[in-house]
């Protein structure tokens, strides 16, 4: 497992990284032939590594609802962003990785309610969750470098 925190810990610096790069504007902006931006593909991440991880093994989740139905597999921004929910979003991407690092060592992943994704990845376990979450952000990742591009 320490690979894989590895892996998700560089992902979540390089996500900062682009955050950090960008006016609020810039961040909320959807640039033509996109369905997103950047910061919704921030909290998207979000979002899914506590359904993947925490809600599939049956464990409260440690976002709010709003924040859940706001970034959700499906959604799309239908708000401007503030700054402040840009800092919450920043704050979340360490918090919650030291906090499922902190969960995994202390065993409190103790079932799984088996998923398949809609991309046809079968989730058995916690470290398929993990490791398939690692995948899931380096897509949005991906999405991100193309939306800059275009900002």
């Known amino acids: ?86 800092e919450e979003l920043k704050v979340l991407l360490f918090s919650l990785l030291n906090q499922t690092k902190e969960d995994y060592a202390n065993g409190k992943f103790i079932s799984y309610n088996e998923y398949t994704t809609g991309t046809g990845f079968h989730l058995a376990n916690i470290i398929d969750a993990m490791e398939f979450n690692n995948f899931h952000e380096a897509i949005h990742l991906g999405f991100m470098m193309n939306i800059r591009k275009f900002i």
Request: proline residues 3%.
């Open 1 to 86: 497992m320490q690979a894989t925190f590895k892996i998700w810990e560089t992902s979540r610096k390089k996500y900062l990284e682009i955050i950090d790069g960008y006016s609020l504007q810039q961040l909320n902006k959807i640039p033509e032939g996109f369905s997103n931006n950047l910061v919704w593909n921030l909290g998207h991440i979000i979002v899914s590594q506590q359904g993947l991880v925490y809600r599939l093994s049956g464990l409260p989740m440690s976002i709010s609802s709003e924040m859940m139905e706001k970034y959700k597999n499906g959604s799309k921004p239908t708000e401007t962003t503030t700054q402040e929910e840009v």
